[in-house]
C-alpha cells in the first residue's frame, strides 16, 4: 500500500482543529508540521512543535555531529516532500553539497534541509516550544499538553515521539549497572569520544547504528580496537554503487504466509538473477506494496515472520552505504574490527574496565567499554518514556500486539486502551511499524506526515 497523501475520504471526528501540538521535533514532527502549514493559509491555525532538545530536524537519526555518519537511503530518495522527488537533490545542489542523485549525503546536512524547509513554510502560525512534554490529558473537548513548565491546550495531538533508546543490556536478566564502561546511549557521541584513544571496545549488536560507533570510535583513535557482536552475527549488506534496473516484484494473490512470502520473494530473487538483474532491485521492488502485504499476513504470521526471517530481511532491506562497507573492510583488513555471533553471558565490573564472555562459544573480552547498539526499543510495555508511560496509564494509547510500537490504524489514529480510536490523537514515525512494517525511513515518513496533516486540515474551521 502506498499511503495517498491527499485527499483522504474518511474524517475523523475531531471538531474545530486551530491548535495542533506535534510532539518531537525530530524528522516526523517537522515534516508534519511543514504538511500543516503548506496545506492551510488559515491565520487562526497554530502549530506547536514540542522538541526535549530545543533544535528541530535533528532527532536521533540525523542530530549526529560525525561528518562520516551517511544517510542510508540514496539522495534521490530522501526527498521531504513526496510530490517533488527532486527537492533535496535541487537543495544539494543549491547549497554546493552535492550533485549526485545516487549519492548518500551525510546525516548531518539532512537536518540542515529539513531545517530548512521549515523554515521556507514557517510564519507566525509556527511555535517551537523547547522541553520535554510529560503528560497529555484530555481536556475541554481537545487536549492539556504538560511540560515540567508550561500547560498549554491543544485541539489535536500528533504524537512523533521516534527512536526511543535501546533495551538495556542484561545478563541473566539483570540489568547492566551505570558503570563508567557501560555506554547505554549509543546515540551519546560526546560520551563515545572520552573513552581512551587506544580504548578496546565491544559493541553489542551489528546493525546501522553499531557500524555509526565503530566508525566514529575507530577514526577517531588508531589505536582504538572494537569486537561487534551480535545473535546473527551479520552485516547489513552494502548498496551497490550504482543501481539503474527497476524489478517489479510480485506477491502472490490470496491466502498469504510467512515462509509463503519468504519463498516468493526467494523465487523472485532468482528469476531476477537469471535476467541478470540484481537481488537489491527485488528488494526495492517489494517496497510500494510492503505495507500492504504486511497487512495480508495473519498476527500468527506476523510473529512468525519476526521470528524466523525478519533478520534476513533487515540486513538486505537497511543496506549501507559503499562508502561505510568500504571502511568496514579496510579496519577489518588492518585487524581493528572482528563482527562475531553471540549474547552476553557474564560481564565482571573491573572499576573503569570490565571482563566479558559470551555465549555460544565462551569467548571473552577485557574491554574500556560496552556499546548498546541493540536497536530503538519499541516495546510499550519495556519503556521508561514518562509521556508513554502516562499516556497509557491515561488509556490513550495501547501496545502493538507484536510489541512492535502503538497500537494505531492504517492512517495514524492511535487506539485507546479500549481500542477504539482516540479522536485528535494521532501518531507518525516509528511508532507505527506493528501496524505498517515500513514506518521508520523518511520515504513512509513524508507520506504519513502528509496524510495525517490532509486529516487535520479537513477539521481546521478558517476564521
Ligand atoms: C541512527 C539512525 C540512522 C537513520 N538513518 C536513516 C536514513 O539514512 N534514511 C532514512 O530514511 N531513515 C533513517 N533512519 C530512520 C529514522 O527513524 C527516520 O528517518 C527519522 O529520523 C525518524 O524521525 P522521528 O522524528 O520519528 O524520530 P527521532 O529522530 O527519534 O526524533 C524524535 C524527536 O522527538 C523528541 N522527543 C521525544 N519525546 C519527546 C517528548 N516527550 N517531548 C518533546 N520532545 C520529544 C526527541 O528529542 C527527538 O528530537 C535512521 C534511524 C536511526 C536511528
Aim: glycine letters at 8%; a negative charge.
Amino acid at each position: 500500500m502506498t499511503i495517498d497523501a491527499s485527499p483522504v475520504s474518511s474524517v475523523p471526528d475531531v471538531g474545530t482543529v486551530r491548535r495542533v501540538a506535534v510532539i518531537g521535533g525530530g524528522a516526523s514532527g517537522v515534516l508534519t508540521a511543514i504538511n500543516l502549514l503548506a496545506r492551510s493559509d488559515d491565520p487562526g491555525l497554530e502549530v506547536v512543535i514540542h522538541e526535549a532538545s530545543g533544535v528541530v530536524g535533528r532527532g536521533v537519526a540525523y542530530g549526529t555531529n560525525d561528518q562520516r555518519h551517511l544517510l542510508n537511503v540514496r539522495a534521490r530518495h530522501m526527498s521531504a516532500l513526496p510530490d517533488s522527488p527532486s527537492d533535496l537533490l535541487d537543495w544539494a545542489l543549491r547549497t554546493g553539497r552535492s550533485d549526485d542523485p545516487q549519492g548518500f549525503l551525510p546525516r548531518a546536512d539532512f537536518a540542515i534541509y529539513l531545517q530548512d524547509r521549515l523554515t521556507d513554510v514557517a510564519d507566525d502560525r509556527l511555535r517551537i516550544q523547547a522541553g520535554r512534554v510529560l503528560d497529555v490529558a484530555r481536556a475541554d473537548g481537545g487536549f492539556e499538553v504538560r511540560t515540567e513548565r508550561s500547560r498549554s491546550h491543544a485541539d489535536a495531538v500528533v504524537l512523533c515521539l521516534g527512536n526511543q533508546p535501546p533495551r538495556p543490556l542484561t545478563v541473566d536478566g539483570t540489568p547492566l549497572p551505570d558503570a563508567p564502561w557501560h555506554l547505554a546511549n549509543p546515540w551519546d557521541l560526546g560520551r563515545l569520544r572520552t573513552l581512551p584513544s587506544d580504548a578496546r571496545v565491544l559493541v553489542v549488536g551489528t546493525a546501522l547504528t553499531a557500524i555509526d560507533t565503530a566508525i566514529t570510535l575507530l577514526e577517531e583513535g588508531a589505536d582504538r580496537h572494537v569486537t561487534m557482536v551480535s545473535r546473527s552475527g551479520r552485516l547489513p549488506k552494502p548498496h551497490v554503487a550504482q543501481q539503474h534496473t527497476a524489478w517489479v516484484t510480485k506477491v502472490p494473490d490470496g491466502p498469504l504466509t510467512a515462509d509463503g512470502l519468504a519463498a516468493a520473494v526467494t523465487e523472485e530473487c532468482e528469476a531476477a538473477r537469471r535476467q541478470g538483474v540484481n537481488w537489491r532491485n527485488v528488494v526495492d521492488g517489494l517496497r510500494p506494496i510492503t505495507q500492504d502485504v504486511w497487512q495480508r499476513l495473519t498476527l500468527e504470521e506476523r510473529r512468525r515472520f519476526l521470528a524466523v526471517h525478519a533478520r534476513e530481511w533487515e540486513v538486505r532491506r537497511h543496506r549501507m552505504a559503499p562508502e561505510v562497507a568500504l571502511r568496514l573492510q579496510r579496519y577489518r583488513f588492518e585487524g581493528r574490527l572482528a563482527v562475531e555471533t553471540g549474547t552476553l553471558h557474564t560481564v565482571t565490573d573491573l572499576g573503569e574496565r570490565c571482563a566479558v564472555s559470551t555465549t555460544p562459544d565462551g569467548a571473552s573480552y577485557d574491554v574500556d567499554a560496552i556499546v548498546n547498539c541493540t536497536g530503538p526499543l519499541l516495546d510499550l510495555a519495556a519503556t521508561t518514556d514518562q509521556l508513554l508511560a502516562a499516556l497509557r496509564e491515561r488509556g490513550l494509547v495501547s501496545p502493538d500486539p507484536l510489541a512492535l510500537g502503538l497500537a494505531t490504524t492504517v492512517d495514524g489514529r492511535l487506539l485507546g486502551a479500549d481500542g477504539a480510536v482516540v479522536d485528535g490523537l494521532f501518531t507518525v514515525g516509528p511508532a507505527r511499524k506493528g501496524t505498517l512494517w515500513e514506518s521508520t525511513a523518511i520515504p513512509e515518513i513524508r507520506a504519513q506526515a502528509a496524510q495525517v496533516a490532509a486529516l487535520l486540515s479537513q477539521a481546521v474551521v478558517p476564521a
